[in-house]
C-alpha cells in the first residue's frame, strides 16, 4: 500500500509538473507573439484604424462608477479617437444581466466627454476578451483595430486579434498603480492559456447576430 501511495503521488507530481510547465511556456509564447505593436504615447502610433476597442473591466452597479482600471482604458480611447487615430468607438464588455452593465457606463461617459453618438458603437456581449475581439472582425467587420487596455493584458489581445487577421496595435492604458496588479498577473496567466487554445481550436464567440455597419451609426447598437 505505502509503494502504492508513493508511485501514485509521483505520478500526481508529474502530470502537475507537465501542466505547469506547458502553462508558461504558452504564456510566455501568448506574450512574445502579441508584443509586435504595443505603444505608450498615442502619436506613435503607426497607422490609421477602423476602430478603437475599449475591453470592458468592473463597475460598481450601486454607484454606476467605473472601477480605476475601466476609467483609465476609456479616458485612453477617448484621447486614441481626438487624436484622430480612428473612426469610430467600440466599447466592449459584459452586459449579460439587467443589474450589471459595463457597456451603457463606459457609454454614457464617453458622450460626456463629447464623444459623437454616431461614432460610438456598443458591444453588449463582450464577456470576456476573446469575445470581444472575435466580434469586433465577425459583427463589426473591423478590419484595422486599436486596442486600449493595461500592458499586462495587451499581448493576449493582440495575440488574439492578429490570428483572427486584424490589422492592430495596442496602447498601454495605465495611468496608475493598481491595487490589483498582483491579481490581475495571476489571472493573465491563465487567460493566456485560454486564449492559446480559443485561437488554435478555432473557437467561435458564445453570442454573435446580425453583422452590423461599423462605418455607419453607432445609435443602431444602443439599447
Known sequence: MFLFK???LIVVGLVFAVVFVSGLFVSFYVKFAGSDCIVKDIGDLPFKADAVLILGAKVYPETGKMSDVLKDRVDTGFDVYSAGKVEKIIVSGD???EEYDEVNVMKNYLLEKGISSEDLFMDHAGFDTYDSVYRTKNIFGVDSL???????????????SDALEIKSCGVIADRRKYRSAVRNDFREFLARYKAFFDVNLGTKSKYLGDK????GNGRVTWD
Open 146 to 160: 486599436v486596442i486600449v487596455t493595461q500592458e499586462f493584458h495587451l499581448p493576449r489581445a493582440l495575440y488574439i
Open 6 to 8: 508513493k508511485k501514485f
Open 95 to 97: 452586459n449579460g444581466q
Open 212 to 215: 452590423i455597419d461599423i462605418g
